[in-house]
Antibody
Framework: EVQLVESGGGLVQTGESLRLSCAAS????????MSWVRQAPGKGLEWVSG????????YYADSVKGRFTISRDKSKNMLYLQMRSLRAEDTAVYYC???????????????WGQGTLVTVSS | QSVLTQPPSVSAAPGQKVTISCSGS????????VSWYQHLPGTAPKLLIY???KRPSGIPDRFSGSKSGTSATLGITGLQTGDEADYYC???????????FGGGTKLTVL
């Protein structure tokens, strides 16, 4: 059974940093691209970042480019999102998502985690 | 303002059919696969349609997808109260080199 479990969310102040983690199991993690998607309160889904199988290429939404860094550790089956210079508008539930097709970047996601809440307070 | 445009809301009676549109451009929908998701508050989004018109196993054939040019459409027939949710389209944008979701459409089954 595929499982994606996010952790690391919490309450931080504007300008601070936070690292989200996603523990993946039940599939060959090294064969699939992964992404982070968020949903701000009362808003829709927003694709945040994606990383390819090799981990050598990553992509970002303009809203987080230069502040967020996605990475993956194949030895631990872990996906990460390092968030820096956090702003109030980064407040959201952050989901980890698995890309449907092997070696694709997405965003066609067949499995999602339950999400972790990040609250940025000013 | 989302790059992919969806109607904010649609509604129909139980048993009826509804369609949800997703309008984009040549840099996204026209040249990439479109997927559709159902999202209930407090839960993880669920993939309904991928590769424009394919259903993952377990998704009933009441759900269908199509694409033409720069637009895509999700169709739901035989509406049930359990279908009340937010629906999102998603695709890749070649110019932005980024993933995109539509703004979402709230389905109400009257």
């Amino acid at each position: 059974e595929v499982q994606l479990v996010e952790s690391g969310g919490g309450l931080v102040q504007t300008g601070e940093s936070l690292r989200l983690s996603c523990a993946a199991s039940g599939f060959t993690f090294s064969s699939y691209g992964m992404s982070w998607v968020r949903q701000a309160p009362g808003k829709g889904l927003e694709w945040v970042s994606g990383i390819i199988v090799s981990g050598l290429s990553a992509y970002y939404a303009d809203s987080v480019k230069g502040r967020f860094t996605i990475s993956r550790d194949k030895s631990k089956n872990m996906l990460y999102l390092q968030m820096r210079s956090l702003r109030a508008e980064d407040t959201a539930v952050y989901y980890c998502a698995k890309v449907l097709a092997p070696a694709a970047i997405g965003p066609q996601f067949d499995y999602w985690g339950q999400g972790t809440l990040v609250t940025v307070s000013s | 303002q989302s790059v992919l445009t969806q109607p904010p809301s649609v509604s129909a009676a139980p048993g009826q059919k509804v369609t949800i549109s997703c309008s984009g451009s040549s840099s996204n929908i026209a040249n990439n696969f479109v997927s559709w998701y159902q999202h209930l508050p407090g839960t993880a989004p669920k993939l309904l349609i991928y590769d424009n018109n394919k259903r993952p196993s377990g998704i009933p054939d009441r759900f269908s997808g199509s694409k033409s040019g720069t637009s895509a459409t999700l169709g739901i027939t035989g509406l049930q109260t359990g279908d009340e949710a937010d629906y999102y389209c998603g695709t890749w944008d070649n110019s932005l080199t980024a993933g995109l979701f539509g703004g979402g459409t709230k389905l109400t089954v009257l």
